[in-house]
């Protein structure tokens, strides 16, 4: 059985950082697709940042040169870096993972960023 589940989500004040995790069982993240999401309230979910299988990495403009992907293949788990954070960034994030053809989902973790 798949599972995908983030964690490290919270409250944190303008300027601040976080680092979220997301942790897979039943799939290979190496040769996996990884991606992270986010959907704020009234929103659709968005596109924060994609790893691929071979490593590229990809960002939304938005949150260039302020977050980081990557993932530990060792532990099978791929993380977001989140630096410079800013009220805008308040959302929950979703970690996807691409896999043999199907996309698994985590159930979110939620950012928050305020003072």
């Known amino acids: 059985q798949v599972r995908v589940v983030e964690s490290g989500g919270g409250l944190v004040q303008p300027g601040g950082s976080l680092r979220l995790s997301c942790a897979a069982s039943?799939?290979?993240?190496?040769?996996?697709?990884m991606g992270w999401y986010r959907q704020a309230p009234g929103n659709g979910r968005e596109l924060v940042a994609t790893?691929?299988?071979?490593?590229?990495?990809n960002y939304a403009d938005s949150v260039k040169g302020r977050f980081t992907i990557s993932r530990d293949n060792a532990k099978n788990t791929m993380y977001l870096q989140m630096n410079s954070l800013k009220p805008e960034d308040t959302a929950v994030y979703y970690c996807?993972?691409?896999?043999?053809?199907?996309?698994?989902w985590g159930q979110g973790t939620q950012v928050t960023v305020s003072s």
């Open positions: 996807k993972a691409h896999f043999r053809w199907q996309d698994y």
């Open positions: 039943g799939i290979i993240v190496s040769v996996s697709a």
């Open positions: 790893v691929s299988s071979a490593g590229s990495t």
